[in-house]
């Protein structure tokens, strides 16, 4: 019996934009604090955090940048989630991606 030959769908991807907001990497310092004691040479090693995180700008001002990295969007709208208010004078760099 011969093989039938199966014939290729016309399947173009199309690259639809969900949501308004563009997609950063933000590195930013953070605050580190302990409350346990320490020497010296323990405190003199303290340094500050540099957390990254990736997502969707919500807002930019000048005084911050809102975050989020999960979002669900249905017919009533978009729900947001991962979110986080970063101080702009606490960011190091951001990156579009």
Do not use: C, H, Q
């Amino acid at each position: 019996m011969p093989k039938r030959r199966r014939r290729k769908r016309n399947t173009k991807i199309k690259s639809v934009k969900d949501i308004p907001y563009t997609k950063y990497r933000v590195d930013w310092v953070d605050a580190i604090s302990e409350s346990d004691w320490a020497d010296e040479y323990e405190f003199d090693k303290m340094t500050l955090a540099t957390p990254v995180n990736e997502g969707w700008v919500y807002e930019k001002t000048k005084n911050y940048i809102k975050l989020f990295a999960s979002y669900d969007k249905d017919e009533e709208g978009i729900t947001f989630g991962d979110r986080i208010a970063i101080p702009r004078s606490w960011v190091i760099k951001m990156t579009k991606i």
